[in-house]
């Protein structure tokens, strides 16, 4: 003998009167799918807003962790410059690494921070921006890779700030994570 479905027997029943063939939760999924995302710029801008709230020192570093993604954000590298990047030899791609690196504050990471600190002085910007790459460069050449990987990680961080012990802790966090991401 069938039972017949009550409201009582079969709670799921109301949802699928109420919420006519939609599985339950489809209007949850739906009302979500209108989200848009974020411009191009509101996205920079929040970048720049939680660099803005640290010290000129920190921010650069903060903005400099954050480059692939601003640029990304911003349509770089061109169609133009991957198709040239996929033809350079490891050693042209290692010389290109070095050149960006060491013309850092030339580029628009200058404009990211002097956006996030628009009353510091342009050569204080560019000196803290040399700064926090030459400490993410620091950490990168003391990680060795000689056990556990978050112990080797802290030490080659510990390493570095120790050369540059003027950042926030909170800094020094952000390179463990940022160090630990790209040498796994």
Not at 2 to 23: D, F, H, N, Q
Request: charged share 30%.
């Amino acid at each position: 003998m069938r039972s017949k479905c009550t409201l009582a027997r079969c709670p799921g029943a109301l949802r699928s009167i109420k919420g006519g063939v939609e599985p339950v939760g489809a209007r949850a999924r739906q009302r979500g799918m209108n989200r848009t995302e974020p411009s191009a710029e509101e996205q920079i801008e929040a970048f720049i807003a939680s660099a803005a709230k640290q010290p000129l020192l920190d921010a650069a570093f903060e903005l400099w962790r954050w480059r692939y993604r601003l640029d990304s954000i911003e349509g770089r590298p061109t169609a133009e410059e991957v198709r040239i990047n996929r033809t350079l030899s490891p050693q042209q791609m290692a010389e290109k690494y070095r050149y960006d690196r060491d013309h850092a504050h030339e580029g628009s990471m200058f404009g990211y921070v002097k956006r996030a600190h628009p009353r510091a002085d342009d050569n204080a910007i560019r000196q803290a921006i040399i700064t926090a790459v030459k400490f993410e460069g620091a950490a990168e050449a003391h990680f060795k890779w000689d056990g556990d990987f978050w112990d080797c990680v802290v030490r080659a961080v510990a390493q570095a700030a120790a050369e540059y012990p003027d950042f926030l802790e909170t800094t020094y966090r952000d390179a463990r994570n940022n160090l630990a991401y790209y040498m796994k």
